[in-house]
């Protein structure tokens, strides 16, 4: 049985156990309705849709994302702020630190060792590494101390770099979800640079970028501002965390500013 159908059912007391089974128990659902379970009777059920739905954004933001490395995805953080109107989703800002470096892992663990005093993060963040050459990507974090943590990579040499933790929503509620986002911005190029911006997830060890929101623009210099925009729908778990993330696709690092920009989340089912 869903949780959004409209239509009201009627059951027979007898029977009620089997024939609902997203109750806990038959004898709660009968007493709150206060109906006696020695006598035939009819109950009358109208199901409920469960709302969650909420929103981050950034509004007149002067402070630019910084592009590290062409064609890697750097998360969006810093200029994202709560939206008002939040039900069974959270916001938590995001934060960012230098790699001082990178040492090996246990033998055979597949984990590196990554160093920046007093980095902040906890086991379960998820981060973007750019400008690094060996660890580029997104990851889960483990820590380790209040300044080291652990990502799973395979171990080269010891490397500097940036990390950065998108600002990102966290789902409370299980469920189908309908997820849109839109931008404007603009590039510190001198000329119109092509970038992709998408929606990324993480849930444990998993993390994901949900391809079917991606966008891909050309974004005009200085203040002539480009309007960027997509969205997907996806059955999300509780618990899981998305984020925006760019990336310029032509060649050159040149910083993009999100003078607006908005990600919104609605829970469309079960």
């Not at 590039?187 to 079917?212: C, R, T």
Request: proline share 1%.
């Amino acid at each position: 049985m869903t949780d959004y159908v409209s239509q009201t059912m009627t059951y027979a007391v007898h029977g009620l156990t089997t024939r609902l089974g997203t109750f806990l128990a038959t004898a709660v659902l009968v007493a709150s309705l206060g109906v006696a379970t020695s006598a035939s009777a009819q109950v009358t059920i109208t199901p409920v849709h469960v709302q969650a739905y909420g929103e981050m954004f950034a509004y007149a933001n002067v402070t630019a994302t910084v592009i590290a490395v062409t064609d890697q995805y750097h998360a969006i953080h810093g200029i994202m702020a709560t939206g008002a109107a939040m039900s069974g989703v959270t916001f938590t800002a995001g934060s960012t630190g230098p790699i001082a470096s990178v040492a090996q892992g246990a033998v055979g663990d597949g984990k590196v060792t990554i160093t920046d005093v007093a980095h902040g993060l906890v086991t379960g963040d998820y981060i973007t590494i750019s400008n690094s050459t060996d660890y580029n990507g997104v990851f889960m974090v483990t820590w380790l101390s209040a300044d080291t943590f652990e990502i799973p990579e395979t171990w080269t040499e010891t490397r500097t770099g940036t990390w950065i933790q998108g600002d990102y929503l966290t789902i409370q509620i299980a469920g189908m979800y309908a997820i849109n986002w839109t931008a404007a911005a603009g590039s510190a190029s001198a000329s119109v640079e092509n970038y992709k911006i998408e929606v990324s997830s993480g849930l444990g060890a998993v993390v994901a970028d949900l391809d079917d929101s991606a966008s891909t623009a050309q974004v005009d210099n200085g203040a002539a501002f480009s309007s960027l925009n997509g969205g997907c729908m996806a059955r999300l778990a509780a618990g899981t965390r998305l984020w925006m993330q760019v990336k310029q696709t032509t060649t050159g690092n040149d910083n993009i500013t999100f003078t607006n920009a908005n990600l919104r989340v609605h829970r469309i089912g079960s």
